[in-house]
């Protein structure tokens, strides 16, 4: 007999699980085992690898280094800094000892790339190459931090070594991003050594379909994905629908600007979604999975190829899973490009080879979904949730969130804030934490103005609502929505009628056409705001915004045309002032709108240089030596230009 | 097949007739077979829509339906490297807008066009999902992130 390489390796001979011939305690085994017999020999083998793979402050054993190699750190550099650190180890006679691990994204993308070194657990961020000699020599030599390569609060200016001393993580509760950033996602035995595939263990063996549902539905886990439709009763819906064949789907075509949660997930833990998923298929009695990813989304995609792979290899998909007569089969569809593809109805269309157009609802996809199956639709973060579910109890879950909306929720905090990232929290931590707590407050020292939250279909909330708790039915209540989770904050030099018209311009470009209400509503929509920007817009035209957008909102068939006007509706009731000064008096208060601005230059401040004449491509800036330069007013392109070259802040722009 | 002969079939047919083959009964082949065909050809000729038609038992309107209504697909050649801009909300917010402007004005086309030497192919997309490094742009694969339009320059000199 060989010896055991991998976890998921047979201790001995007396082990016989194969996917054809499957254990029903295997899961157990791997992490609690031998169960079948009794052998110190064994027991020892299996603890030994379980420690490389969890590894414990103090220990020498499981010394690694972990590396964010989300898309975000790999646009950094993050891949330079692993081949750095691999060959600074060898150089130093270190690589048998500590590991070097490509994990998914740790969340703090602002300052990537960032590694995490255990078991010591510190972190370091925005790590470069010449870095690393420095970080292997005095970590794994000398056991110390490097001081000056460790993250340094901007509002404290105190540096803080380990996540639970930086402000950005000490206030989440990372309960679905608990694995990513800690696992490397192309090796199915780190999940299963962090207690992955439990849950699936435990509802097959100890648990009916029925009592599964009623564990969901205990726990108040609502979908991630934009609705916020109670889970639980949404499988039990599909589960009651007559048929044999039934099928559930994975919906990872996350297409609202400013949302990566999902890609986080799926790049980072793509075997919490298998379980999920798993954990759904048994409850709702399905055989057949589709995991229907956005084309855009190449690594998230990968990962989840290499995680289905291994699933199988391991008996966890297939048929028979864990000897319990339960069959899963598990492939993924990547979307071809269509915003619409994300509305079930028309993600449905998309895989069965047609234009993802949505259809009218009744009959519902619980009845008639997928080449007309009872089909279920949950998204990724949704889906993530369930393993922990199952694993910890529904109790264990419902005592995070509010009355209405339990668990966590993961935000992805953009735009205008220091701290950019993933953030997960409990249901219910007002935006202001979030914003100003975790996010560390606003770029630059400017002053908040907005936070748009849920994309397209939510709306955008000034700072007076900011004290509001986020859970699905407060912020749907103030004219936003909870969505998929994007968060984009913006400050005082974002032009509200501008972000309208921007939101506007992708809903009806996105737009499938089948209705007219979307097709023509909101294009007419972004026609009258495009107008309001260029400073022709006329006093009547906020009366007609407000009527069409209820229009398109009430007569609209899916979800993208009914929610496609909250942009221009919240825009309008918090700021409405904005659009005033744009229609009445033809200024930009911030100063975004071309056609309103005028650039001028102020003599007392002019150096006579000439660097903004000559840098201006319209040639419409004269003057000389003597002489302070003066723009021509009427030639001027408003490109600004002159403004960014000035060095005596001499450009004007009003 | 004469060894002359072999030489004279196009090596993209016979991985189309392979791909073709492969799929052929499948339920909701049509999508992944284009993109498979996309790959081989670079883009979708309209022979080789007519060809999936054929090959699937697909009326060749449904298929050009298809190919019409997801941005991925494309009907005309495309340049060696695809260059897509992000002008989701977080990158329109953190100026987007301006680094669109100096690639515009770096590569002469805009937003669908191929550079003359076929070089790069410019799309604007909304958002690739790296808000937290906003303004952002992908070329084919690679993700760049933090720009600002004087990085431009350097990165598309990178790609060949």
């Known amino acids: 007999m060989e010896t055991m390489k991998t976890l998921l390796d047979p201790c001995c001979e007396r082990c016989t699980h194969t996917p054809e011939t499957p254990c029903r305690d295997y899961i157990r085994c791997l992490t609690a085992g031998p169960l079948c017999h009794d052998d110190p020999g064994c027991r020892a083998k299996r603890s030994g690898l379980l420690a490389e793979l969890r590894p414990t402050q103090g220990s020498e054993e499981g010394q690694q280094i972990l590396v964010c190699a989300g898309t975000g750190c790999a646009s950094s550099g993050a891949h330079k800094v692993v081949s750095a650190l691999e060959g600074e180890l060898q150089r130093q ?133 934009g609705a916020g439709f109670p889970t639980g009763l949404k499988w039990s819906f599909c589960r009651q629908s007559a048929g044999e064949k039934k099928y559930i789907i994975c919906n990872a075509d996350e297409g609202d600007p400013g949302a990566f949660m999902d890609r986080g997930v799926l790049e980072g833990d793509p075997h919490a979604v298998i379980e999920g998923m798993l954990i759904g298929a048994y409850a709702i ?52 490009g269509a915003f619409v593809c994300g509305e079930e109805t028309a993600l449905m269309a998309s895989i069965e080879g047609k234009r993802g157009m949505p259809k009218v609802r009744p009959p519902f996809p619980a009845q008639s979904g997928l080449w007309g199956k009872p089909t279920n639709i949950n998204n990724v973060e949704t889906w993530a949730n369930v393993p922990h579910i199952l694993r910890r109890g529904a109790a264990w879950y419902a005592q995070y969130g509010t009355e209405k909306s339990k668990g966590t929720k993961i935000f992805a905090l953009t735009g205008k804030v220091n701290n950019t990232g993933l953030v997960e929290v409990p249901m219910g931590m007002s935006l202001r934490k979030i914003i100003f707590d975790i996010g ?122 009914q929610n496609a006007p909250n942009p221009v509706l919240s825009t309008l009731k918090y ?80 | 097949m004469c060894d002359v002969c072999q030489d004279l079939v196009d090596p993209k047919e016979t991985k189309l007739a392979e791909l073709l083959a492969g799929y052929a009964g499948q339920k909701g082949a049509l999508i992944p077979v284009l993109q498979k065909a996309q790959e081989i050809y670079g883009y979708l000729p309209a022979d080789v829509l007519r060809r999936v038609g054929r090959g699937l038992k697909i009326p060749v309107a449904r298929v050009y339906g298809v190919a019409t209504f997801y941005a991925q697909f494309r009907l005309t050649p495309m340049g060696r490297n695809v260059l897509r801009v992000c002008l989701g909300t977080a990158c329109h917010v953190r100026g987007g807008a301006k ?40 070329i084919n694969d690679q993700v760049h992130g933090r720009l600002t339009p004087d990085k431009v320059g350097g990165i598309l000199a990178q790609y060949e």
Not at chain 1, 289 to 315: F, N
């Open chain 1, 285 to 336: 009695g399905a055989d057949e999975g589709y995991v229907y990813c956005r084309a855009e989304y190449p690594l998230a995609i990968k990962h989840m190829e290499i995680a289905i792979r291994q699933a199988e290899a391991a008996g966890l998909l297939g048929n028979n899973i864990l000897d319990s007569g339960f069959n899963f089969h598990l492939s993924i569809r990547a979307g071809a």
């Open chain 2, 99 to 138: 680094v669109l402007e100096t690639i515009e004005q770096e590569l002469g086309v805009k937003d669908g066009g191929t550079t003359e030497d076929q070089r790069f192919t410019l799309e604007i997309v909304a958002c690739i999902g790296a808000c937290g490094l906003a303004p952002t742009m992908m």
């Open chain 1, 440 to 561: 560390g407050g606003i770029q630059n020292g400017k002053k908040f103005k907005a936070v748009q939250i849920g994309g397209p279909s939510g709306g955008c909330l000034p700072d007076e609502m900011l004290d509001l708790p986020v859970d699905y039915d407060t912020l749907t209540r103030a004219g936003a929505m909870v969505g998929s989770g994007g968060l984009v904050v913006m400050d005082e030099t974002t032009c509200m009628v501008d972000i309208a018209r921007f939101f506007l311009n992708f809903s009806q470009s996105e737009s499938c056409g089948k209705c007219t209400p979307c097709r023509e509503g909101t294009k007419r929509m972004w026609e009258i705001l495009d107008r309001i920007t260029k400073g022709e817009g006329k006093e009547e035209d906020l009366d007609t915004l407000e009527h069409l957008a209820h229009v398109v909102k009430e007569t609209s068939l899916c979800g993208l045309g």
């Open chain 1, 575 to 654: 700021f409405r002032d904005e659009f005033e000064a744009h229609i009445r008096d033809k200024t930009c208060p911030a100063h975004v709108c071309a056609a309103l601005l005028t650039y001028t230059i102020d003599a007392e401040k002019c150096k006579k240089c000439g660097l903004c004449a000559r840098a201006c491509p319209a040639a419409c800036i004269s003057g000389d030596k003597k002489t302070p330069y003066v723009i021509d007013t009427e030639k001027c392109i408003k490109c600004g230009t002159c403004l960014d070259t000035c060095k005596f802040g001499a450009v004007v722009r009003a």
């Open chain 1, 93 to 225: 006679g270190l690589d048998s000892e500590v590991k070097v691990v490509a994990t998914g994204c740790h969340g703090f993308c602002e300052q990537g790339p960032t590694l995490i070194i255990e078991p010591a657990h510190t972190v370091y961020t925005l790590v470069k190459q010449g870095d690393v000699a420095e970080i292997v020599q005095k970590e794994f030599k000398e056991k110390q931090r490097v001081e000056n390569l460790l993250y340094q609060d901007p509002l404290t200016g105190q540096s803080a070594a380990t996540f639970a001393n930086i402000r950005f993580f000490a206030q989440q509760t990372r309960v679905v991003l608990g694995n990513c950033g800690f696992i490397n996602p192309e090796r199915i035995e780190e999940y299963i050594a962090h207690d992955g595939y439990q849950g699936i263990a435990k509802a097959l063996q100890e648990m009916s379909s029925d009592q599964v549902i009623e564990e969901v539905k205990a726990s108040g886990l609502r979908g991630r994905g």
